[in-house]
């Protein structure tokens, strides 16, 4: 089933585009050299945004005081657009029936769009 939801994710539910524009964004980011944490950051959201169902984020243990200032930085410059994005394109998806999986799963990407640093993504049992 998950895997029949990240395809559909993938071709229809923006997954695709979300992970080219978080690739766009990390490239940048790695060109600037400053901000080449943002851009590790930003390339795990992308791999996470081409397919979601059936991986969660969790919080890194070894995760400190740096990754707090860092994300508090991210979340000023670009945290909130990417998680506004992500909160209109759920609401627009939950209006079908069919699209609930995706607007829930674009609702998942919120939290690593605001606080992505200090944090992991795993496969749920």
Not at 1 to 18: A, Y
Not at 44 to 52: E, G, K
């Amino acid at each position: 089933m998950r895997l029949i939801l990240n395809v559909l994710w993938f071709i229809f539910g923006s997954g695709f585009v979300l992970a080219l524009g978080y690739g766009l964004a990390a490239l940048i980011c790695f060109l600037l050299i400053v901000t080449i944490p943002f851009g590790v950051a930003s390339l795990r959201l992308a791999v996470y945004a081409l397919w979601p169902f059936g991986r969660t984020i969790v919080d890194r243990p070894g995760a400190n005081v740096p990754s707090g200032i860092a994300n508090i930085v991210w979340l000023l410059v670009a945290g909130w657009w990417i998680a506004l994005a992500h909160i209109v394109a759920g609401v627009a998806q939950c209006v079908t029936i069919i699209g609930i999986p995706f607007g829930i799963a674009n609702f998942k990407l919120v939290p690593a769009a605001l606080w992505p640093l200090g944090r992991e993504i795993v496969e749920l049992p």
